[in-house]
């Protein structure tokens, strides 16, 4: 009676003393969570609880790497359903032999924990395999002392357990014994012919180093990736509420400061996102411009940020300057880096923790261009022609309606009023190459009966390239002129043939008053060919692939669309590249930076036509104007025969004949 | 009888050669306005004498010579009131003068100070019968203006390589020597120090230039087509935009804003053909351009294209070039 | 030190051809529903000024002649570059006055402002090009003028510049007050306006004068300017052969073509 009085006095001063170490400095996370910016809009708290459901019970984006994802599946639910063990090992400290109320003694219980003891094994397994065989590039920057540690911990858990069961098994026979199969082999296989005493140490041993292991791990929790356990399932839950592909606007007049050049600049959920951050580096691993072997390291966006907050944070909450503090935008985070960034999202895609690094990104990207006016000279090129000219195509040399040429599209300053408006976008307008989808786009909409029309003259940028390269101004100044112009003329219904103006029309222009229905060329067309309105009949010439574009694709979710205008095309259903769908590969021009020479490591553009030619595809379909010249002259310059002609160029091409009256 | 007046310079290696493009270009003029062929020949002394001879061998008759230390290179502050005492002492209803460096702010303020009729950067001069006429390259090169001086005198700054020196006319002529006096510390301006920039010899009188432009796609493509003009022996040259971004020295520019270059050969590299530097090299015997696009509209204006990549190109051609001279 | 930077909102020189046109009664570019920008080398010079500005203070006051209506953009862009105040003078044929009739407006204007020890201009204006504005300009006010000037530094009670000649370039030794017109350069390239200054440029003064408040002398008029008699459009007549075959046999024709012509 003593002994167990003793027993439960201690657990629970063991106890206290994890609880305070971990408590501790899980309060401090969370004020320095806390320092961010209190204002973010959240989603609806039913889209929150499918997200927890999607992301932390089915384990979706997890399980986008089947191995390691199945490994933390063992892991994850073996810790679940191997907490009733931990809570009865705690019971016993004061209760012998006590077990969950209930269901405690039951044979499939005991059965169940036997399994997940197993499982939670082979998982520590896989992980070690993965780790110190596999070696995946991804984890290579991971703290390797850490995860072994923590590998090491979790085995010695379950061998402990397992201890203990056996030995408990050896001396009580209990009746959930009947149950646990594992332990039971175990209990035979090592006590079987061991005298009582010898169980009974083995049980104490079993039994403290269990309980003594669980709260080192404990003391472990709060530090590095492991927090994610604490963190995971309140990030996921707060959600932002935003359209993936839009960007949090700012009041240019009134801020205080433009972007984020210090760490608690950022808001509390970009803070969250730091501490929920596992450094699985599967960011790393599909980050286009980190895989042709540049700086960018999206993972460090949130290791990084979490260092920092941690270095600078305690005396910014104890309202001190920091002793010493890395300047976050040029030393932390050097230009290059922030400049590196295509905002394709493929690692917002992949985050199992379902983190946003290009939020972070365009952030740091603020600052340097409202607040210091800093960035490469070719972006500042750009800049200045959108400012001067409307387009950022300095030199294009060309009449933003010079495409129309042989096409007959009524303008809406002539007081056309059709149902649809024909959003030309820049980078199709200014660039010859791309004046023949959209020649090709208007003969479709007209052989369809679809009445379309244009701005013309009055159309000017949408202000994407302006946000993505950090110039929120500029872009806001677009999106009120643009708003006015549409208004102006009762606009309700657009198509366009460009995945950055589709994004920024559809989710970034409602907040400044503009709510129109937006489609993209290829959804538009993929109706048209649905209702038999369009009849492709001539099959294209050899094989065909198709290129998603990021801002159709990951950020709006539409990979059908061009994939059925193809598929209705004879010959037409693309072959898949390995790196297709939610797995595309960025052409090399987001996020502004067509305007800027990509010269370090290979080039983005050359990397993705290599892809799409290793298909043994002549023809890259594409649907968007950008991945249109990026793939051209990726094909020019690494001397590939494969050539992308946009979606709509494709179907008229099957359709031409049938036109010939 | 009234004079034309031109303003020639000798500075270094004789008479400069953009004062004997002035005299081919004024000789009509003072034909058909019956005006004397004149001439201030300025300098700091040597050559001068030799310089009137070539002068008064291409028909200039009347020769003002000055000669003075300050009257150097560049040197505006100096040389403008001596050419303002040879007006003045010549009383001329034209005077002409090279839109040189000292041209360009020589021009306006002689005009000014004779309270004349100024015309400036003059591609073609002439004369009506009555009046001086010109013809300039305006908006980027994409126009030619057509002006008349509305009264006399006139000034006139013509460009420098627009016209070609001119076929030997001797004239029996005389000199004379002007009084110069000036004060160096008087000068509102002085030229401390002329800096030749080596890269940039001889770009306007090459035979054989080799121009860059945007789609070289940075100064590395430059060493490129250095090598090609290295082995023909010409000189490299460059577009707007490459000056613009710094990868070239802003001298190396052709075009409206840049030189004017008449060469043999041309050679286009990477230059769409913007009316900004086409107004430059009009004037070229052969151009031959290098494109990527084939629409661009440099391959309106060559005699001979090349659709393909630069990279590819001119190596090739650089290495049949020394191939074909270390034959 | 207080400059006067003179700049100039002329047509976007980079506007496509299919766009440009002569106005057959002005003999001048079109100008309606064209793309206006600041003229190109005025940028540069706006740069000069205001990097004396940082360096040595005073201050930067910007000067154009123009449609008021129309020169807002420019004037914004010269504020929020960081010019303390702007001058428009109020003339709707501004852009297109003869260079002569320019500078006399500009150096009387220079005058009413009151104080200037430096004025700057672009080298040249990317429309008429006759790049005797300057010049002119310093007749005018009495003072010194150096042209196609890349960068400018004080040295004792005067500037030092350095100057684009045919040859390289001179440095050269100014005495103040003094005019030059500045070309690009690497070390002028303009800056882009910072987001804060842009929104406090709405903010700072801009005086509109008519160009009748303007006391342009006779001493200002000396120079004629000349009669414009016509602008043309020159043709162009393609006789390109564009030479074909992979590179190699590009190359090999070009050789001999141009062996041909005696050019090699």
Known sequence: MEATWLRGAAVLLLLALAGWVAGRRLVLVYRLIRLGDGRVPLVPVDARLRELIVQVIAHRRVLRRPFAGVLHLFIFYGFLVLLSTIVQAFGEAFVPGWTLPLVGAAPWVALTQDIFVVLVLAGVGMALWLRFVVRPKRLEAQDRFGALLILVLITGIMLSLLLSRAAFIRLHAPAWAQGALVSRVVAAWWFGSMPDWFARVAYEVGWWTHLGLILYFMTWIPEGKHLHLVTLVPNVVLAKARPRGALASIDVETAERLGASRVEHFTWKDNLDAFACMECGRCVEVCPANSTGKTLDPRRLHTDLRKQLTLVGPAVLAGQEPASRPALVGQVFSEEFLWQCLTCGACVEECPATNDHIDKIVEMRRHLVMEEARMPATMEDALRSLEARGHPFRGAGLARTAWTAGVYVPRLADGARPEWLLWAGCAAAMNERNHASLRALVRLLRQAGVAVGILGDEETCTGDPARRMGNEYLFQTFARQNIETLNRYGVEKIVTTCPHCYNTLKHEYPPFGGRYEVWHHTQLLARLVDEGRLRPKDPVAGRLTFHDPCYLGRHNGEYEAPRRVLTAIPGGAPVEMAQSRDRSFCCGAGGGLYWMEDRVGERVSHARTRQAAATGAGTVAVACPFCMLMLQDGATATESAIRPMDVAELLDRSLREERRP | ?327 | MDVVVCIKQVVDPELPVRDFAIDPSTRRQVREGRPLVISTYDEHALEVGLQLKDRHGGTVKALTIGPRAAVGDAVRLALAMGADEAVVVDDPRGPDLPGVEKAAVLAAAVRKLGRADLVLTGCESADWVERVVPPLVAEALGASCVTFVSTAEFSGNGLVVRRLADDGFHVVDVRLPAVLSIASDDANRPRLPKVKDIVAAKRKPVHVWAMADVPVTSGDRRVRAPEVQGVTIPERTAKCELLSGDPAEQVATLVQRLRALKLL
């Open chain 2, 1 to 327: 009888m009234p004079a034309l007046l031109i303003v020639a310079t000798v500075f270094d290696a004789g008479l400069a050669r953009s004062s004997l493009e002035l005299v081919g270009a004024a000789r009509p003029i003072a034909a058909g306005l019956r005006l004397d062929l004149t001439a201030v020949v300025l300098g700091p002394g040597p050559g001068l004498a030799e310089a009137a001879e070539v002068l008064h061998r291409h028909g200039v008759g009347k020769i003002w010579r000055a000669a003075h230390s300050l009257l150097t290179s560049g040197q505006t502050d100096a040389l403008l009131p001596v050419v303002e005492q040879a007006a003045r002492t010549a009383a001329p209803q034209v005077v002409m003068v090279s839109a040189d460096t000292v041209g360009r702010e020589l021009a306006p303020r002689l005009a000014y100070r004779l309270g004349a009729s100024l015309i400036s950067e003059a591609v073609e001069v002439g004369t009506d019968g009555h009046a001086v006429v010109a013809k300039r390259q305006v908006y980027g090169g994409r126009a030619v203006a057509e002006e008349a001086a509305a009264s006399w005198p006139v000034v006139v700054s013509v460009k420098p390589r627009t016209t070609d020196v001119p076929e030997p006319w001797p004239v029996a002529g005389s000199v004379e020597d002007l009084v110069v006096s000036l004060d160096e510390a008087s000068l509102a301006t002085r030229v401390r120090e002329v800096r030749r920039e080596q890269a940039d010899v001889g770009l306007e009188d090459a035979q054989v230039v080799v121009g860059g432009g945007r789609g070289l796609g940075g100064a590395d493509g430059f060493k490129t087509i250095g090598e090609l003009a290295a082995a023909l022996g010409g000189a490299v040259g460059a577009s707007r935009p490459p000056a613009d971004s710094g990868w070239v020295p802003i001298n190396w520019q052709i075009g409206q804003t840049g030189k004017t270059i008449r060469p043999a050969l041309y050679i286009a590299v990477g230059i769409s053909g913007a009316t900004q530097h086409v107004a430059g090299v009009t004037g070229s015997r052969t151009i031959v351009a290098i494109n990527r696009d084939p629409e661009a509209p440099i391959f309106s204006l060559a005699h001979f294209g090349l659709v393909g990549d630069y990279r590819e190109i001119v190596p090739l051609l650089t290495a049949k070039v020394r191939e074909l001279k270390g034959a």
